[in-house]
């Protein structure tokens, strides 16, 4: 005899299953997913599209119309005459220049890279140190060198605010904190260790930690408003 379950009627167990998925969360069907990530993703390009905007504008006026941009930066004295005598003793010679250098070759043991090192310490406690970054001609175009900040703008803001999305920070003020911490990260990562091996100028260091900071807390501001409405799915 069979059990008294296996005599319902398949139609009420087929509408019993229409009721089921009818009570499924919404957000579990992949059509839904799809579309709340479509819709995120366009969030996240279009906040990193304005906050680099906003960014790039920001710049622009602490180079331009603020002291920002100079703060720490000199011209040489008697330029001529020290161009001249890198002319003539560079030459052709493009790149990057430390003073004083290191005076052992590639290929020396750690002792002598050791000793090299103390008596480039002392030669700079007692006499002239510093960078040159040199080329004997450089072709500059203002214009692309505007184009290629923009662009890294963009892909720091699109950086930053892809990890916001991945982040559960819902209110304005803990997303736009979220961007502004990691501009101070970025700062920090560079210009201190500049100042602290190099001896860049404090002012240097402290002016343009400044601009990138308030760079991000911009995108920070430009993110939280275009997210604010998202949800998590």
């Known amino acids: 005899m069979a059990h008294p379950d296996r005599l319902r009627d398949p139609f009420i167990d087929f509408y019993r299953i229409q ?4 009570l499924l969360p919404i957000s579990s069907f992949l059509p839904f997913n799809l ?6 993703t366009t ?7 304005l906050g680099s ?12 119309a603020l002291p920002l941009g100079e703060a720490g930066v000199n011209k040489m004295p008697n330029e001529e005459a020290m161009v001249d005598a890198m002319k003539v003793n560079l030459g052709d010679h493009r790149g990057f220049y430390i003073f004083p250098g290191p005076d052992v070759g590639p290929n020396a043991s750690k002792k002598d890279k050791d000793d090299s090192m103390k008596r480039m310490t002392e030669k700079i406690k007692t006499g002239p140190s510093g960078l040159l970054m040199y080329y004997p001609s450089r072709p500059f175009v203002f214009g692309r060198a505007l184009g290629i900040e923009f662009v890294t703008e963009l892909l720091e803001a699109l950086l930053v605010i892809s990890l916001l999305a991945q982040t559960r920070l819902t209110t304005f003020t803990g997303r736009a904190t979220f961007v502004t911490a990691a501009g101070i990260l970025a700062a920090i990562a560079t210009n201190v260790s500049y100042w602290n091996w190099y001896g860049f100028p404090k002012r240097y260091i402290a002016s343009y930690m400044l601009i990138e900071i308030v760079g991000f807390f911009l995108i920070g501001i ?12």
């Open 19 to 22: 009721r089921l998925i009818f």
């Open 35 to 40: 579309l709340l990530e479509a819709l995120m």
């Open 43 to 49: 969030r996240i390009i279009l906040a990193a599209v």
């Open 53 to 64: 905007i906003a960014m790039f504008i920001w710049t622009a006026i602490a180079h331009m």
């Open 222 to 233: 430009v993110a939280a408003m275009v997210l604010k409405r998202s949800t998590h799915a």
